[in-house]
């Protein structure tokens, strides 16, 4: 199984919302990511976990709050969210080792914040 | 200054010839070095890796690296339409992860 998933697949939430994004991966993978991409720009990272431990945070604004419950899961939570935070949310994973090597990238999920 | 840049594109070829993507970077600590494929609405998708100076053949893949010069490349043998994409260059240093702005490659039948 070489899948990350997403779900959901799109989400329209207003300012005042609060929601989560999740993913999940089984191919044993023990760092996980999630990237921000704006319509015709790269993925920007955002955060990394590594053994269920965040160890980057790329000064990610704290309305987006990260959770690793367990090696396979990776949670995005949103709270206050501005209309600019509409955006194609993508979740990665890779085998650990040297971090950022092999990514996996999962479907994402289309956020639209109203 | 971009960490990672590439030119934007688009590149069109013809099908059967060779695509050549470049992409340049600032931080001389970066120390591995990947392109992806991204098509239009999907998630990227890694096609190559590189850590040494030199080339890396996979397929009709060839990656180059020059680290003296701060440049990666990637050409693309007998390029066919589903190799149209955008390529996007990445590089890594222990903690930090930069993706290029990109390069649109259309491959005319």
């Known amino acids: 199984d070489t899948e990350v998933t997403q779900t959901p697949k799109h989400l329209v939430m207003g300012m005042t919302n609060k929601k989560s994004l999740k993913c999940e991966q089984h191919?044993?993978?023990?760092?996980m990511y999630w990237y921000k991409q704006k319509a015709k720009k790269p993925p920007e990272l955002m955060f990394v976990?590594?053994?269920?431990?965040?160890?980057i945070n790329e000064s990610v604004p704290s309305r987006f709050s990260p959770e690793c419950p367990n090696s396979s899961l990776l949670n995005l939570h949103l709270h206050a969210l501005q209309p600019e935070d509409s955006a194609l949310y993508l979740c990665?994973?890779?085998?650990?080792?040297?971090?950022?090597?092999?990514?996996?990238f999962g479907p994402g999920t289309r956020l639209t914040v109203t | 200054q971009k960490e990672v840049e590439q030119n934007s594109g688009p590149l069109s070829v013809p099908e059967g010839a060779i695509a050549s993507l470049n992409c340049t970077y600032s931080?001389?600590?970066?120390?591995?070095f990947f392109w992806y494929r991204q098509y239009s609405g999907k998630s990227p998708e890694l096609i190559m890796f590189?850590?040494?100076?030199g080339d890396k053949e996979d397929g009709r893949f060839t990656a180059q690296l020059n680290k003296a010069s701060q440049y990666v490349s990637l050409l693309i043998r007998d390029s066919q339409p589903s190799d149209s994409a955008t390529y996007l260059c990445?590089?890594?240093?222990?903690?930090?992860?930069?993706f290029g702005t990109g390069t649109s490659l259309t491959v005319i039948p």
């Open positions: 990665a994973s890779s085998p650990i080792g040297d971090l950022f090597h092999e990514q996996y």
């Open positions: 191919m044993g993978h023990r760092a």
């Open positions: 976990y590594s053994y269920e431990k965040l160890s």
């Open positions: 931080d001389r600590g970066s120390q591995s």
């Open positions: 590189i850590y040494s100076n």
């Open positions: 990445a590089a890594s240093s222990s903690n930090q992860f930069y």
